[in-house]
C-alpha cells in the first residue's frame, strides 16, 4: 500500500499557474503515479500518469500542452505543473499509485489514493 498526500492547491485567475505536489510513502517501488480531478456533480476523472521512471507520461487531451507530471524518485514526489490554466480545470485534484499498468487511464485501475486538494480558477 501507498500512502499519498497532496499539497499545492489554491485559487488562482485564469492564465495563471499552480504547481501540484504528492508526497508518497510505503511500497512506492515500479509504482505508477498519477493526477485526476473531479469536478462538482462529475465523475472523477484521469489528468496524467507516469511511469516509475519518469520516462513514460500519459495525458488527457483536455489539458495536454498545458500540464506537465513528473516525478522526483529520491524524495517519491510526484509534480504536477499546471499553466494556462482555465475555469473548466476547476476541482478536487487527487494523486494516485498503481503497480499495475493495465488500465492507467481509470480510477478503477489505482489503489491507492491521496485525500485530494482543491484547485478554483476564477475567471
Known amino acids: 500500500q501507498v500512502h499519498l498526500v497532496e499539497s499545492g492547491g489554491g485559487l488562482v485567475q485564469a492564465g495563471g499557474s499552480l504547481r501540484l505536489s504528492c508526497a508518497a510513502s510505503?511500497?512506492?517501488?515500479?509504482?505508477?503515479m498519477a493526477w485526476f480531478r473531479q469536478a462538482p456533480g462529475k465523475e472523477r476523472e484521469f489528468v496524467a500518469a507516469?511511469?516509475?521512471?519518469?520516462?513514460?507520461?500519459l495525458y488527457s487531451e483536455s489539458v495536454k500542452g498545458r500540464f506537465t507530471i513528473s516525478r522526483a524518485n529520491p524524495r517519491n514526489t510526484v509534480y504536477l505543473q499546471m499553466n494556462s490554466l482555465k475555469p473548466d480545470d476547476t476541482a478536487v485534484y487527487y494523486c494516485?499509485?498503481?503497480?499495475?499498468?493495465?488500465?492507467?487511464?481509470?480510477?478503477?485501475?489505482?489503489?491507492?489514493w491521496g485525500q485530494g486538494t482543491q484547485v478554483t480558477v476564477s475567471s
Open positions: 494516485a499509485a498503481t503497480i499495475f499498468n493495465t488500465n492507467l487511464l481509470q480510477a478503477v485501475g489505482y489503489n491507492s
Open positions: 510505503g511500497r512506492t517501488f515500479n509504482a505508477y
Open positions: 507516469i511511469g516509475w521512471s519518469g520516462g513514460s507520461t
